[in-house]
């Protein structure tokens, strides 16, 4: 299983960026996805999941990402996306997706998730 992560850049305070997170090796649909951030110094914390197909594909979104960042998923090209807009110094971290199976609930925003992939580095200048 793979979980690849892209879609990570420099903006400004602001502005707007769309992760995407490629899945190989794995029935997608049946899987819930989540995006974690890591900022420096801090630890890693949830930023928003959505549910396994099967699960209604309900979205759960961290306080600090309601109202600002949308997350989607296209299950026939394996993709989970995270769409964030209106941008802040504080959202700079590395973003992670992760893939939990039969995934559903507010447990999403806690550990452990069965897959994670690697990150990609977000930075928003003030």
């Known amino acids: 299983v793979q979980l690849q992560a892209s879609g990570g850049g420099l903006v400004q305070t602001g502005g707007s960026l769309r992760l995407s997170c490629v899945a190989s090796?794995?029935?997608?649909?049946?899987?819930?996805l989540g995006w974690f951030r890591r900022a420096p110094g801090k630890e890693r914390e949830f930023v928003g999941a959505?549910?396994?197909?099967?699960?209604?594909?309900?979205?759960y979104y961290a306080d600090s990402a309601k109202g600002r960042f949308t997350i989607s998923r296209d299950n026939a090209k394996n993709t989970v996306y995270l769409q964030m807009n209106s941008l802040k110094p504080e959202d700079t971290a590395v973003y992670y997706c992760?893939?939990?199976?039969?995934?559903?609930?507010?447990?999403?925003?806690?550990?452990?998730?069965?897959?994670w992939g690697q990150g990609t580095q977000v930075t928003v200048s003030s």
């Open positions: 992760a893939a939990d199976l039969k995934g559903a609930g507010w447990g999403l925003s806690q550990y452990p998730y069965d897959y």
């Open positions: 090796g794995l029935t997608f649909s049946y899987y819930a």
């Open positions: 959505i549910a396994w197909s099967g699960g209604g594909g309900t979205t």
